[in-house]
């Protein structure tokens, strides 16, 4: 099975420079990203990116109780077909979106559940979603491993229980390194969301050894000299 990359980027320079990259096969963003972009009024700035992208796309809403977070979303989903709702798993709180998911799912509405990390969350989202239509799960792999846990299992565990429902697919989230694509596919995780660069590493894949001890070596004279070192 193939991976699909998605790229993890809400700054809309960046998004129309990687749009036109076969190897993006849609994108992520998050209210972190949206600020960071520089995003003053989430509707508009979102609508300015839907002008031009016709990939997948997602974005998350931002309220932390079923009632505003049923409205975003709604308000969100009218803007465009390309677009798949995020809905974290929980709230700040810690309380389960499981009553939210399953209305939204119910009502066609593709979702990104996000923030999940175990696949026991999964199998909870498993259980309130309409699996005719379209979900992405998002997995926080790179967090996971951030702080000693191993999210491997966890993603083969949700991509085995996800294998029969052709709609639902398991992201890996939180890239932190290029070889992540290839641990992705290893597994036959569906998608993967990549930051920019990182993504521009994935296209120099294929280098030999010898390539890449050549263009080290090289690297530390140029800024040897540069410095002009002497002893």
Known sequence: MTTKIYCDIADIKQIKKFYNKSIVKGFTTNPSLMRKAGAKNYEKYSKEILKFCKKPISFEVFGDDYKSMKRQAIIINSWSKNIYVKIPIINSKGSFMGKLIKELSHKNIKLNITSVYNSSQTRKILNCLNKKSKTIISIFAGRAGDVGKDPIPELKESILMSKKYKNIKILWASVREPYNFLQAKQIGCHLITVPPKII?????????????????VTGFLKDS?????KL
């Open 200 to 216: 521009e590493k994935i296209e120099n894949f294929g280098k030999s050894f010898d390539q890449l001890t050549r263009e080290t």
């Open 225 to 229: 000299k540069k410095s002009n070192f």
